[in-house]
């Protein structure tokens, strides 16, 4: 399955799963990464399905440098293409 867009089949509860102790429970789901949400959308609706209260998401994660040599005290790494200081381009008005 591509979870390039939310689907209510994209997870599921595993057969062993107690739903009468799921059902009402206030859930948090977690995830490590997030690019369209859409897995986190599909596992939301699995736990939903099982009768879960999910209140949200959170998803926590770190970048790290393709740069190793940026850990050396005084070495910049290239600006970042998206924050750097052409990421405005020519035409800035900041």
Same mark, same amino acid.
């Given at each position: 399955? /591509? /979870?390039?867009?939310?689907?209510? /089949?994209?997870? +599921?509860?595993?057969? !062993? @799963?107690? &739903?009468?102790?799921? &059902? ?7 995830? !490590? $990464?997030?690019?369209? =949400?859409? &897995?986190?959308?599909? *596992?939301? +609706?699995?736990?939903?399905? =099982?009768? *879960?209260?999910?209140? =949200? *998401?959170?998803?926590?994660?770190? @970048?790290? $440098?393709?740069?190793? +040599? ?11 293409? &998206?924050? =750097?200081?052409?990421? *405005? ?6």
């Amino acid at each position: 399955m /591509h /979870h390039l867009q939310a689907d209510r /089949h994209g997870f +599921e509860l595993a057969p !062993d @799963v107690d &739903r009468e102790w799921l &059902r009402g429970r206030l859930t948090l789901v977690f995830n !490590d $990464s997030l690019v369209t =949400g859409a &897995r986190v959308q599909s *596992a939301v +609706e699995a736990l939903r399905s =099982g009768g *879960a209260c999910v209140i =949200g *998401a959170l998803v926590v994660g770190r @970048v790290i $440098s393709p740069y190793p +040599e940026a850990s050396v005290v005084g070495f910049r790494s290239p600006p970042d293409v &998206r924050t =750097g200081p052409s990421a *405005a381009g020519p035409f800035s008005l900041g």
